[in-house]
């Protein structure tokens, strides 16, 4: 386990990692209460794909301690009365983070996907402050920036649901691991469509909006 208390990027050492294709990919997706940092996670879900197979997952609730917003509700169809029932963010982080670890210790992870991936990093980051439990180093691969390089004019906006719907990748219940398990596969079709125009697809995969340091 890192001894810093924060995830920081890593330039992966790419003679030492496979193709796209082949490599062993960390997908993560977070429902939360809000969009700033005074909010907090109530939901982790994360993938792993390898050879394009998922081949492991992840999934909690977490218990905020407060009352959602309702528009998070309508959002999720998560409620008051379901994150009751659920472990807190230090058990539920505790957990993942152990996930993650092993998973690093299986053999080598390419990078963490996630679309917009600034905003997840940096929910990430403050849980393994307030929870004092470090993440492992991963490169954050960004699908919103990739969306929004290979398809600038193709569908009418970047967001998931926009993406899913051109890629007829299904699903949309916007909860944690459907949109994580959505997001690994849009990564590989827009790699797929980069190579299709002789583009190196992880050429834009930085992420689109600086990440919290």
Same mark, same amino acid.
């Given at each position: 386990?890192?001894?810093?208390?924060?995830?920081?990027?890593?330039?992966?050492?790419?003679?030492?990692?496979?193709?796209?294709?082949?490599?062993?990919?960390?997908?993560?997706?977070?429902?939360?209460?809000?969009?700033?940092?005074?909010?907090?996670?109530?939901?982790?879900?994360?993938?792993?794909?390898?050879?394009?197979?998922?081949?492991?997952?992840?999934?909690?609730?977490?218990?905020?301690?407060?009352?959602?917003?309702?528009?998070?509700?309508?959002?999720?169809?998560?409620?008051?009365?379901? !994150?009751?029932? /659920?472990?807190?963010?230090?058990?539920? $982080?505790?957990?993942? @983070?152990?996930? #993650? =670890?092993? &998973?690093?210790?299986?053999?080598?992870?390419?990078?963490?996907?996630?679309?917009?991936?600034?905003?997840?990093?940096?929910?990430?980051?403050?849980?393994?402050?307030?929870?004092?439990?470090?993440?492992?180093?991963?490169?954050?691969?960004?699908?919103?920036?990739?969306?929004?390089?290979?398809?600038?004019?193709?569908?009418?906006?970047?967001?998931?649901?926009?993406?899913?719907?051109?890629?007829?990748?299904?699903?949309?219940?916007?909860?944690? !691991?459907?949109? /994580?398990?959505?997001?690994?596969?849009? $990564?590989?079709?827009? @790699?797929?469509? #980069? =190579?299709? &125009?002789?583009?190196?697809?992880?050429?834009?995969?930085?992420?689109?909006?600086?990440?919290?340091?």
């Amino acid at each position: 386990m890192t001894n810093g208390s924060t995830v920081q990027p890593e330039r992966p050492k790419t003679a030492m990692i496979p193709a796209w294709n082949q490599a062993k990919w960390l997908v993560v997706d977070l429902e939360t209460t809000g969009l700033s940092s005074r909010d907090t996670i109530i939901e982790i879900g994360a993938a792993v794909y390898e050879n394009r197979e998922l081949v492991d997952s992840f999934s909690a609730l977490i218990n905020p301690g407060s009352p959602l917003p309702s528009f998070i509700t309508a959002l999720t169809g998560l409620d008051d009365e379901t !994150l009751a029932h /659920a472990p807190d963010l230090h058990t539920v $982080f505790s957990h993942f @983070c152990q996930w #993650a =670890e092993h &998973l690093c210790d299986q053999e080598q992870i390419a990078g963490l996907i996630a679309h917009n991936v600034a905003f997840d990093w940096g929910f990430l980051e403050r849980a393994q402050r307030t929870c004092g439990m470090p993440l492992p180093h991963f490169q954050p691969i960004d699908t919103l920036s990739m969306a929004r390089a290979l398809l600038p004019t193709e569908v009418p906006n970047h967001k998931l649901t926009t993406l899913r719907e051109h890629f007829e990748l299904g699903g949309g219940q916007h909860r944690a !691991l459907d949109d /994580a398990l959505a997001t690994g596969m849009l $990564f590989f079709k827009l @790699c797929e469509y #980069a =190579e299709s &125009l002789e583009k190196d697809p992880l050429a834009y995969c930085s992420p689109a909006y600086p990440l919290s340091s």
